[in-house]
């Protein structure tokens, strides 16, 4: 059975950072590529960044300069690193692993507001 938990969202002001972790079960992790999505109110759910088993990595242009994804494939986990966040980075932010069809967490919120 395949699980992906995801922790680290929460309220947090402009500017300030936070790190979101996906901890993985059920899959070969070193070999499944994980990438973060993220969904605002009324919007569609959109890539943030994916890592590969090797640790190359891929930013969507707009969060290639905030964000940072890793993964540490001894704890089958990987994170996602926001720094300097803005007010439109405020969305459910989904972990995904890229193994048979494909699967999601089940999202984590993140709030910037003052």
């Known amino acids: 059975q395949v699980q992906l938990v995801e922790s680290g969202g929460g309220l947090v002001q402009p500017g300030g950072s936070l790190t979101l972790s996906c901890a993985a079960s059920?899959?070969?992790?070193?070999?499944?590529?994980m990438r973060w999505y993220r969904q605002a109110p009324g919007k569609q759910r959109e890539l943030v960044a994916q890592?590969?088993?090797?640790?190359?990595?891929y930013y969507t242009d707009s969060m290639k300069a905030r964000f940072t994804i890793s993964r540490d494939n001894a704890k089958n986990t990987v994170y996602l690193q926001m720094n300097s966040l803005k007010p439109e980075d405020t969305a459910v932010y989904y972990c995904?692993?890229?193994w048979g069809d494909g699967y999601w967490g089940q999202g984590t919120q993140v709030t910037v507001s003052s």
């Open positions: 890592v590969t088993g090797g640790g190359v990595t």
């Open positions: 059920g899959i070969r992790f070193s070999f499944v590529i």
């Open positions: 995904y692993a890229q």
